[in-house]
Every structure is written in structure tokens, then in C-alpha cells.
């Protein structure tokens, strides 16, 4: 007979068809009619194994050595991998970085919590390839041995159906050490790596050192330009600093002052950091300034007065010059030739020009000035020098945090032209700039503070003393009779007053030299931690070795398959000749146990001598002796026994469910345990609480919450590995036992040589969906490894606990009872103690970002509440309580109302100086209305000499036109106009008139946006949450806001007297008396309200070169700036506006919001786990619900068992010498024969009854027979 070959494959010739000789089978009843197959003659079929040049022995893609060696270098690369990682994230801090936790980017998310386990499982899929075919071949190699193997060493052997715990230590009993070194891989995959790499990566606070090239991107103004350049804002910003909270400006302290520096890399308009957190250390020049002071010596003159005298000034003054006073600090500044202090030195009296004198007096008895004076006197004088420091400073901010010289120190005086020294302490010893200079939206003087010590009783203390006093909290009025302490408070209060002026007289500069610095940016970042590092791999490299071990073992040992013997037809075609091994298996049909009357063989596979050759037998000889009736114990009627695997069994279905319940009642547990509820009716409408952390160590934390859950995960997947390879190695027999099966479904079905995880697609394309099913579960268990491996992640959460609080005020308000007693500075008929302060407060918060005061936001002020708990400064706290705002309701006024503006002679004080009126029908609440007019004069002092355009802006009151109309003038008092001009203005002066002391002035208006507003309060309850020093941080009205709502109003109070008090304040900003109106030739607004509502709204509303601003800008500037003055105005006030409450406070239950470490977890992976939970449990009740049933003696697990279903069929001569064929040419040779096949009871040729695998005629003949029979 003919036959084809090809590469190693064997093909049956289709043209020859010849009749084979009835197969010598001892036990096979065979028809010659059914013996007709197209087959080439078995002896042909006997190929020497050994001759390489026809037909290389078998080996698995996974046992190639490509494949090994892939995976070896793989896993190589892993380990280096992560070494290289654990280096970057050493070296570098982190492996990326970000502001928050939740700035980090959706990729990398993905990177650090679920790509290192996808890598891992993906690796675990593949090894389990390789496990599987090692596990599955290794009796096969047992028996490739030329000595051939015992039956506990091949036939006997079932490791791809042990658990995979216990195969490295069976096969290391053994000494199979291909086994050994897979299995042992297998399991530090699964049970060790996989757990430890989902530990492996996590988040923390890194702080990365950078070195980084920097600029100084701002200079001094040259000499010449800086005593116009020298703003009045200095004084209130240091005023800002000393009493109210505001931080000093950046790259300054309160001791010097530095020139500002930023990452060269940084563009025009970005000079600090706009997100994260960094520290920029630099080199740069840093000013200073210091005091030396002597005691002046003191001696009296005629009448009160005293003289101050050093060896080089005097001075003459009667320190208490008010004859009801006892007591007075005096500042008396540098000899200056501008004159606009109220006290200076005099150059006619002082040779050195260059310094001040400060005095500290008491008078024991007001009335009895003949007693002594207790005095300190010195006479101060400062210096000044530069030196180069390193400083570093808070990027985001820019102030510095360190400041270290590194530098020589060089001195300089007023002769260096650096800075104009004079001009400073002219303005230091006036408490104001010199006229004509730039103050902004200030005031030229300094703030008045006697509010904030007039409990000290200081009679007119000069404007310099506030500062003195304020900068030194802790001291009272009688330490500063002490010279140190007096000096040190001055030279504190010099050294802020310096540092701020220079603040103003910083220009930009864009040609400053590049230094080397440092950048230390604290950040967010995704580390690995070490140890896991290195101990991941540690086991890597274990399994390195494993795999080597593979590598080498399989290349050493002698194989002999001459195909994959993946089907029962394999199987059958390798025994078919064998008839010293079928007789072994006599009786063994229904025998639950055959191999153990089997022990004493030994098998071979490989070539055997005689017609047969390549097969799988016994081997003879004195060794190996015959066995007679091995299964005589076994031939009885069946008892109806049959046997499954335990772990196909209903109670292992029933523990796998229980096992999945527990695990998703206890993720669904935890889930909700992690949760603050939002909405308690709805699940999903919830907000993360978080988890315990369990450990302040890190290490501990990702064991129990990435190490522990991924164990837990990785358990569960051998069990469904082991269930879909018995339902993978039970589907064939499934198929026979049904009947009628082709060959394709029963001798020819492949399923148990690939991996669980890999059976799904051919399974569903068979229509096999139990098994289906089994893979998916195995596919699902990776899947969950992943989810709850990154499941929990570990941030910051609030924990809400009962808070006790109580309110010190009442809701009421009542104006009149606090105005009876007036403090010194308070704003005559209102209701506020201070008539500077809440406008400093208002700029330090818009302009230098300073937060706002406790118990504000930008719209409300809220009622204080008290608690008695120990404060920790993170925590927080919730309480009603009850909110008051103001809002503006504003009209345009049209028409001619403005009078034309006139000349001004300043010098003269003519009349004629320019002025704006108005007059304004108002309707009113009753339904009548009333006239209100006003009639101001404009400061001119700005504008540049000659004709210029102009811009003003003023903030009125307005006054009813008849005053003996009490309805007139409370409706008048509660209003506020606004307005915004343009024209064209002259101003003629001499030349050498540089202050404008001797000018004349024109001006004409050419346009306006004049708008009037009338003021609404505002007030509801609020739930509102306050860090421990009350500053807001979240607010949530309740129900609706009232306006204007009297029931707030107590006793004399009503909404009209306390809109007009506020109206009062509103135009009244600090040391400008009224705001009537300014006119400047620049581009930034004069007046204060408006020059804030500019800032607020970002629009430039007062440049001279553009027309009136719109009616919508106006407003909405003058409305943001109004909402934000009435809150701090409030709470400046609080004391003098609210009743008190009485000796039994009102309380109520608020709660305590504490920031702690916590475990919160991820919504989607918790989803995903549920998920897949359910779908374990689902199917997993489908597949043991719908597991085979039992009707075999015994599992098919081994090759012994397996031989017993078969040994006695005559469907071995349909594979008989086909042994050489891959299992692909085998189905089709079973194809072309025609034959169908089953399992059940059918009559060999020696006429015994038999169980197990035959074709379907032969069965149903049987089956015909004893039917006839009964």
C-alpha cells in the first residue's frame, strides 16, 4: 500500500483502497464488513523515532526551546525591570508626580494600580501553558527512558489534576524534576508574585531636589525716579502685616528684603508657581537695615519743655503736651527739607542729618507736672547695607522660608544713589509720602490705629508708634521704658517700614544674569517600595531558575512522542498493538481502582521489535513479570457506584458558593462601611468615608490591602482550574456516553492541552457551555486578582462625630446701645469702632490674597459658634446658624447733571476749584419720591502739568434737598452714587514747582457713567463648616434668603439707619475724610471702592485713553466690591453690632469633622469585583447544577484508567497504526471511515460483557441482544 509523506506528517492515500486483515485482537468481536478502511499497511507506520532526518520527535510549542528561553528572558527582564524602577523611584523620588492624588492622569492610574497586575496574570497564563504540558507529558517522558518506567512513575501519574500546592512536593518525592521546577513556578506566580506585585507600587509624599538655572526678573527704580515712585501703600501694607494678619510680600520677611528670582524657563507675566508645591533656593541681593541708638541726655529748658541732646543733635519738646495726659510715645524723623512731618529734626541743630529721635514718657500725676518724668529717649541712626544671600522661597508664593548670607557685606549711604535714603525717612518720619507721589488708592498718611491700643490711654502718639507697638505683641506700655526693648521695637518697626518701600520702588527687569540654584518640588508621587522590590525579585529570580531547570531537564531526557497525545484517539492508536498491556487490563472494566493490581509492570514507549513497532507495552524479562487475572477482585456486577471528582461533587459546589457569598457580602461590607451617605435611600448616590488604615507603617498597609485581597483572589483560581480540567478531560466521555458522537466529539476532541483560561473560544465554538462556563470562571479569577489588587487606595478622610456648640450672639441686630460708648477712631454716627481697619482688611484679602477673616465669605458674615472640645487645627466643624449679606440694586442716571468744572489756584485758594453736582428725584416705598443732591470738589493733585485726558472716579452720599423732609433724609442717607468719568483737564504750573504746591487747574467733562444703588440686607439660615480658627470652609444655605427682613432689627435699629450707617462707611475709605472723586492722568483707579471692584471683576474701568465704562461693568464692579466690604465689615464690627446672648447660651448639635488616614476604595474595581463575584456565583450554581453525571467506575485522570475504558474495543483497530499521526490527520482518517462512537456495554470477541468506549453498531447490537433476550 501507498502512502504519502511529507515533513514528518504521514497521509493516508485515498486512491488505495485495501482490505486490512482482521486486526489480532483477542478481546475485538469485528465484522469483516466493517474492517474495510483506506489505510497504509501498520508496518509502515513503524518509524524509527531515532532517525532525526525523518521524523524529529514531538515536542510542544511551549516546551521549544524558543518559548523556554522567551520566557526565561522575560522574566529576566522583569526583574531588571523592576530593579530599574525601584533605582528611578529612589533616584528620582517617585516615578510620577502630581499636585493631588486625583491630579494624576487616567493613564497613569492605569500604569501603577492595574498594568503591573495585568503583566503578572498575562504571565501566569503563559507558565500555566507551560505547567500544563509538563504536568501532562511527564508520563510520557517516564516512559521515553530506554529502561522504561513503573506504573506509579507513568501510567499512574496525574498531575494536571493534583492541587497545585501539592505537585513540587509529589513530583519532588518522585524525583521528577520537570514537574518539580513547573509546578514550583506555577505557585510563586500565583501565590507569591502576584500577591507581592500588587504591593509593589503605591502613592506618598516625595520631595524631588532639581537644579535649575534662575533670573532676577525685577530691579530697584533707578535714584532719580524714586521719590515719586515711593507709594503710600508701604505704610498700609505694613500696617496690613503688624495688625491684621497679612503676610509680608514675597521674597521679603519682616527683617529684610530680597531681589526676586525666578526659573529662568518661566516666560514673561509667570514669576510664581501656579499649582503644586515647590521651594526655589537662589542666590541673590538681599537690603537691610539696622539701628544703632544712644540714651539722649535729657535737661530742661524754660517752661514745659525738655532737651534731647547727643553729641551730635539736639531737640527741644514738651513730651506731654496735653495737660490731661500721662502718657506719650513720640517719633521724631530725620532733618528734612520737605517738611511735612509734624515733628523733625532740624539740620540747623544736628551735624549728622541721618537721625531720628524717639521718645517714651510718663507722667505720674496729670494734674502735678512737678513731678519727674519717667523717660526713654534715644537717638537712632540707621544704616544700611546689601549682601548676596542664598534664599529659598516658597514657589507658590514666592515668600522666603530661608535666608542664609554667603556674601560680603557692603554698606551704603545716600551718596551711593542705590537708594534715596532721605526721601525714605522723610516719609518714615512723616508717616506719609510727600505730596504728589503715586499712593495709589491710598491715603498719602499712614493708617490710623488707636483703636488698637486705646486701652494703653497714649495721648496723640505720632503714626510711626502703631507700628511699634503692634510689632511688638507681647510687650505692655511700661516695657518700652527698658532702651533694649525700645530699640528693638523701633529697628523692627524700621527694618518692615524699609523692606516695604522697596517693595514699591521694584520695576521689571529683563536683563538680569542666570544663577544656578536648586528647584525642591513637593509632590504627590507613585513610589515603589523597596523591600517589596527586591523581594518580587528575589522570587523572580526564583523563578528564573525554575525555568532553567525546565529548560535543561527537558533537553536531557529522551523523548519519544512521535505526536501530541492530546485525544482519547492518541491514546487508543499508542495501545492498539499492545497485547501484553491490554491482557493486563482484563477485567478491569468497571474496576474503581485498576492501577492497583498494576504496580509490579514496567512500560515502555518507543520502538519495539516485530511487526508493531512503535507503541506502548509492557516490558518482559525477569523483572517484569506477567501478571495473571490482576482484576479477578474486580469482576463482579456493577453495584451502581459510579464516581466524579470531589471537586465536581454538589458539597464542592455548595462550599465554592458559600466561599463567593462570603466574599461578596464582605467587599459589599466593607464598601458600605467606607461610605458616608449622602442619600441613605440611595446606594449609589454616596460619598467615600474610607476604611481604616490598621498601620502607621506603609509596608503593613499594602499587606493587608494589596497583598492580603490578591491572595485571596489567586486562591480561588486553582480551584477553577481543576474544575475545568476534569469538565475539559469529561467532555469527551460526556459525548460517547450521549451516544451516536463523531469522531470530531469523542476520539478527536482536544481540550486537555491548553490551560483552562484558553478553553473558552473552542468550547463555545463546540457549543460546550458548561465548560465554557469553567473557563470564563478562570479568565474572571484573573480578572479579579486584578481589581482587588488596586481595589483600595489609601488618602485622607473626614470623620463626622456630635459637636456640642453654642452661640455667643443673637440674631438681632442693635446699633444704637454700641454707639453709645464711641472708641477713638470710630466713624462718627455708625456703628463701626474703627473707620480704617475693615478697608485694610477688604485690600490685604482681594489685592494681597491674604484669607479672609474667620467667619466670612466673598458674600456672607455668619453668626459665631463656640465649642468646648479639644481643638486639633485640621479638624472641623458643621453648625446652623444664621448668614447676613449685602447686595447693591443699581439704576444708570441719564442726562446733563454734572455742572461744568472751573479753574483752580491752589496757591491763592481761590474759589473756582473743580466740582461735581447732582440732583435726583428718587421714588420711595410709599409711592412718592424725594429729591437728593450733591455737590463735591475733585482732588487734582495727579494730573500732569499742561492738558492731558483724564479719568476720575468718585463714591457719594447724597443729601436730601429739603432737610426738614424726614423722609428725604432717610431715604437720601441710604443711598450710594457711583460714577466714572472722562474729559480733558490743564494744569499749569511753574517748573520748579515739582510737588504742585503752586498750581492752577482746569477741567472739562466730556463723558460719564454715573450710576445710583440702593442697598438691600440679606440674611437665612446656613449650614456652615469652620476650621478652629472660624474660617469658613464650606457654606450651604437652608430654605430661602430674606431681604431686608425688620424681625432682624431690635429696639431703635431699623433697616434705613443701618443702610445709611453703611453708606457712611462705604464712602468713607481710610484718611480720605469723603471719597469725592479723584483726577488722574494714569491708567488705574484713585478711588478705593472702585479700584477693588476692578481688581475683583478683572477689568480696567479708569484708564483716560478709553470711554466711560458700561453700565453692566460699573455695577457689577461696585457690587462685588460692596458684597465683600459689608461682610468683613460685619465681622470687624461683630461686638458692636449683634446682641449678646445671655448667661445660658443657646446650643445645638453641630458635628466635629476630623481629617484621619483611611482606606478608601475604588467605585469602579468595587464594581468589577461584584461583578465578577456574582458571575462566579452564578455560574458557578450552572455548572455544578448541570456537572456530568456520574456513570463512570472510575475518573479518567491517568493513562491507566483511561487504557481500561478502551483496552477491550474493537474501535482501536479503527486508529490501529496511526500512531505517527498529529490529531488532525487521525480525525480525518476517523472521518473518512464513517464511524460513530459511545460508551456503554457491549460483547468483546471473547464473550465477556464489557463497559467503556466502542463504535455505536457494536453498542446497540448489545443492546438489540439482551434485549431479545429478556
Not at 963 to 982: E, F, M, N, P, Y
Not at 1259 to 1267: F, G, L, P
Request: proline share 5%; aromatic share 10%; hydrophobic share 40%.
Amino acid at each position: 500500500m501507498a502512502y504519502n509523506y511529507n515533513g514528518g506528517d504521514y497521509e493516508v492515500s485515498s486512491r488505495n483502497n485495501i482490505q486490512l486483515n482482521r486486526l489480532n485482537h483477542p478481546y475485538t468481536s469485528v465484522d469483516t464488513s466493517e474492517s474495510q478502511i483506506s489505510l497504509k499497511s501498520e508496518v509502515d507506520l513503524a518509524t524509527d523515532l531515532n532517525d532525526h532526518s525523518r521524523n524529529k520527535p514531538w515536542r510542544p510549542f511551549t516546551l521549544r526551546a524558543p518559548t523556554i528561553m522567551g520566557s526565561l528572558l522575560i522574566t529576566v527582564a522583569l526583574i531588571v525591570f523592576i530593579e530599574y524602577i525601584n533605582k528611578i523611584s529612589r533616584d528620582e523620588k517617585a516615578l510620577f508626580f502630581a499636585e493631588k492624588d486625583e491630579d494624576f492622569s487616567t493613564a497613569v492610574v492605569f500604569c501603577y494600580r492595574y498594568l503591573p497586575q495585568m503583566i503578572v496574570v498575562a504571565l501566569g497564563v503563559g507558565w500555566a501553558a507551560v505547567d500544563l504540558d509538563v504536568k501532562r507529558l511527564e508520563p510520557y517522558y517516564q516512559l521515553s527512558k530506554p529502561e522504561g518506567a513503573t506504573a506509579s512513575n507513568s501510567i499512574f501519574l496525574h498531575y494536571p489534576f493534583d492541587f497545585m500546592a501539592f505537585v513540587p512536593v509529589n513530583a519532588a518525592r518522585k524525583r521528577h524534576w520537570n514537574v518539580f521546577w513547573a509546578g514550583l513556578a506555577l505557585c510563586l506566580i500565583f501565590w507569591v508574585i502576584t500577591p507581592l506585585n500588587s504591593s509593589l507600587l503605591t502613592t506618598q509624599a516625595v520631595t524631588r531636589d532639581i537644579e535649575t538655572a534662575f533670573k532676577p526678573f525685577q530691579q530697584l527704580t533707578p535714584f532719580d525716579g524714586q521719590k515719586l515712585a515711593m507709594s503710600a501703600s508701604f505704610l498700609y501694607t505694613s500696617y496690613g502685616v503688624t495688625w491684621l494678619g497679612e503676610k509680608v510680600h514675597s521674597f521679603m520677611t519682616k527683617g529684610l528684603i530680597a531681589i526676586p528670582f525666578k526659573p529662568a524657563s518661566y516666560g514673561e507675566g509667570q514669576d510664581r508657581l501656579t499649582r503644586g508645591k515647590e521651594y526655589w533656593t537662589a542666590q541673590t541681593r538681599v537690603y537691610q537695615t539696622e539701628l544703632s541708638c544712644t540714651p539722649a541726655e535729657v535737661t530742661s529748658e524754660k517752661g514745659p519743655s525738655l532737651n534731647f541732646k547727643t553729641d551730635k543733635c539736639e531737640y527741644s519738646i514738651d513730651p506731654i503736651s496735653n495737660p490731661n495726659a500721662t502718657r506719650r510715645i513720640m517719633y521724631i524723623g530725620f532733618a528734612n527739607d520737605d517738611g511735612v512731618g509734624d515733628y523733625y529734626l532740624t539740620k540747623a541743630k544736628c551735624k549728622d542729618p541721618n537721625l531720628f529721635l524717639a521718645i517714651w514718657a510718663k507722667s505720674q500725676n496729670a494734674h502735678n507736672r512737678s513731678d519727674e518724668l519717667d523717660l526713654n529717649a534715644l537717638y537712632c541712626k540707621p544704616s544700611y547695607h546689601y549682601q548676596t544671600y542664598e534664599v529659598t522661597v516658597d514657589a507658590t508664593d514666592c515668600s522666603i522660608t530661608k535666608a542664609d548670607p554667603v556674601g560680603e557685606r557692603t554698606n551704603f549711604t545716600q551718596a551711593d544713589k542705590i537708594i534715596n535714603i532721605i526721601m525714605f525717612e522723610g516719609n518714615v518720619g512723616a508717616a506719609a509720602t510727600i505730596s504728589r507721589a503715586n499712593a495709589k488708592y491710598f491715603a498719602s498718611e499712614s493708617p490710623n490705629s488707636m483703636a488698637r491700643f486705646e486701652d494703653w490711654d497714649i495721648d496723640n502718639p505720632t503714626g510711626q508708634i502703631s507700628y511699634v507697638i503692634g510689632l511688638s505683641p507681647t510687650k505692655k506700655f511700661d516695657d518700652f521704658k527698658d532702651p533694649e526693648t525700645f530699640r528693638n521695637a523701633l529697628e523692627r518697626m524700621h527694618k518692615l517700614l524699609f523692606n516695604n518701600a522697596l517693595q514699591t520702588l521694584l520695576v521689571p527687569d529683563s536683563s538680569g544674569q542666570e544663577v544656578i540654584g536648586n528647584r525642591v518640588v513637593k509632590s504627590v508621587g507613585v513610589v515603589v517600595i523597596p523591600l517589596i522590590a527586591h523581594v518580587l525579585a528575589g522570587f523572580l529570580g526564583a523563578v528564573v531558575i525554575c525555568l532553567a531547570g525546565v529548560f535543561v531537564v527537558s533537553y536531557r531526557r529522551q523523548n519519544n512522542l512521535a505526536s501530541d497525545p492530546d485525544t482519547l484517539g492518541t491514546k487508543m492508536a499508542l495501545v492498539a498493538h499492545s497485547e501484553t498491556l491490554l491482557r493486563d487490563f482484563d477485567g478491569s472494566d468497571e474496576c474503581p481502582a485498576p492501577h492497583l493490581c498494576m504496580e509490579p509492570r514496567k512500560y515502555k514507549l518507543g520502538i519495539w521489535g516485530g511487526e508493531y513497532g512503535y507503541r506502548l507495552d509492557v516490558m518482559g524479562g525477569r523483572d517484569n513479570p506477567p501478571v495473571q487475572n490482576p482484576h479477578a477482585s474486580c469482576a463482579v456486577t456493577h453495584d451502581g457506584k459510579l464516581v466524579g471528582p470531589i471537586e465536581l461533587s454538589l458539597w464542592t459546589g455548595l462550599s465554592a458558593a458559600v466561599v463567593n457569598i462570603a466574599l461578596l457580602t464582605l467587599l459589599i461590607v466593607l464598601y458600605r462601611s467606607a461610605l458616608q451617605y449622602n442619600d441613605h435611600s440611595n446606594f449609589l448616590l454616596t460619598s467615600q468615608l474610607g476604611l481604616p488604615t490598621l498601620s502607621d507603617k506603609q509596608l503593613v498597609t499594602q499587606i493587608i490591602f494589596s497583598f492580603v485581597p490578591t491572595v485571596i483572589a489567586t486562591l480561588l483560581e486553582p480551584f477553577w482550574v481543576l474544575v475545568g480540567r476534569y469538565l475539559a478531560l469529561y467532555q469527551p466521555y460526556t459525548e460517547l456516553y450521549r451516544g451516536n458522537a463523531s469522531p470530531d466529539s469523542s476520539l478527536g476532541l482536544k481540550y486537555t492541552n491548553i490551560p483552562p483560561v484558553l478553553i473558552a473560544p473552542r468550547a463555545l465554538r463546540h457549543g460546550h457551555i458548561i465548560l465554557f462556563l469553567a473557563s470564563m470562571m478562570v479568565i474572571a479569577a484573573n480578572f479579579l486578582a486584578v481589581a482587588l489588587g488596586g481595589i483600595f487606595d489609601q488618602g485622607f478622610k473626614p470623620l463626622m462625630s456630635d459637636l456640642v456648640v453654642n452661640y455667643p450672639f443673637t440674631t438681632s441686630i442693635n446699633t444704637d446701645i454700641q454707639m453709645t460708648k464711641p472708641s477713638q477712631g470710630a466713624a462718627a454716627g455708625t456703628f463701626a469702632r474703627d473707620s480704617t481697619e475693615h478697608w485694610l482688611v477688604v485690600n490685604t484679602n482681594v489685592i494681597e490674597g491674604t484669607e479672609l477673616p474667620a467667619w466670612v465669605t466673598d458674600e456672607f458674615y455668619f453668626l459665631p459658634f463656640e465649642w468646648d472640645k479639644p481643638e486639633n487645627k485640621s479638624d472641623l466643624r458643621t453648625s446652623i446658624t444664621q448668614g447676613y449679606g449685602g447686595n447693591l440694586t443699581c439704576h444708570l442716571l441719564n442726562g446733563d447733571t454734572f455742572k461744568q468744572s472751573v479753574r483752580l489756584d491752589r496757591m491763592t485758594g481761590t474759589v473756582g476749584t473743580p466740582r461735581i453736582g447732582i440732583n435726583v428725584t428718587i421714588p420711595i416705598s410709599d409711592g412718592s419720591s424725594v429729591r437728593c443732591g450733591g455737590n463735591n470738589t475733585v482732588d487734582v493733585q495727579l494730573l500732569e502739568s499742561g492738558t492731558h485726558p483724564y479719568a476720575a472716579e468718585w463714591v457719594w452720599g447724597l443729601k436730601a434737598v429739603n432737610r426738614d423732609d424726614q423722609k428725604a433724609v432717610q431715604a437720601c442717607s441710604t443711598l450710594i452714587l457711583a460714577g466714572w468719568g472722562r474729559g480733558d483737564a490743564t494744569q499749569v504750573r511753574d517748573e520748579n514747582d515739582l510737588l504742585g504746591i503752586h498750581s492752577t487747574t482746569s477741567a472739562t467733562m466730556s463723558s460719564n457713567t454715573t450710576i445710583i444703588c440702593s442697598q438691600q440686607i440679606s440674611t437665612g439660615e446656613f449650614e456652615v463648616t469652620v476650621d478652629v480658627e472660624g474660617r469658613v470652609k464650606r457654606s450651604k444655605l437652608i430654605g430661602e434668603l430674606k431681604y431686608n427682613d425688620p424681625g432682624i432689627f431690635n429696639r431703635s435699629t431699623t433697616v434705613s439707619n443701618f443702610t445709611a450707617q453703611l453708606a457712611t462707611l462705604f464712602r468713607a475709605p481710610p484718611r480720605k475724610g469723603l471719597d469725592f472723586g479723584i483726577l488722574h492722568n494714569d491708567n488705574s483707579s484713585h478711588s478705593f471702592s472702585q479700584f477693588i471692584g476692578e481688581y475683583l471683576i478683572n477689568k480696567t474701568l479708569s484708564d483716560p485713553a478709553t470711554p466711560s465704562p458700561n453700565f453692566n461693568d460699573a455695577q457689577h464692579a461696585l457690587s462685588k466690591f460692596y458684597k465683600r466690604f459689608v461682610t468683613i465689615l460685619l465681622a470687624q464690627n461683630q461686638n458692636r453690632i449683634f446682641v449678646p446672648a445671655e448667661k445660658v447660651r443657646r446650643t445645638a448639635v453641630g458635628q466635629l469633622e476630623s481629617l484621619r488616614p483611611r482606606m478608601s476604595m475604588d467605585p469602579v474595581m468595587f464594581y468589577i469585583a461584584v461583578v465578577i463575584l456574582g458571575f462566579q456565583l452564578i455560574a458557578g450554581s450552572i455548572i455544578f447544577a448541570s456537572r456530568p453525571r456520574r456513570f463512570l467506575p472510575r475518573f479518567p485522570y491517568n493513562l491507566v484508567s483511561e487504557i481500561s475504558f478502551f483496552h477491550a474495543s474493537s474501535a482501536m483497530s479503527d486508529v490501529a497504526g496511526t500512531a505517527n499521526m498529529s490529531s488532525a490527520m487521525r480525525s480525518r482518517h476517523l472521518r473518512h471511515l464513517g464511524w460513530s462512537y459511545g460508551y456503554g456495554k457491549f460483547r468483546g470477541s471473547d464473550g465477556k460483557k464489557h463497559v467503556g468506549i466502542e463504535r455505536m453498531s457494536l453498542i446497540r447490537d448489545y443492546k438489540e441482544s439482551t434485549s431479545g433476550w429478556e
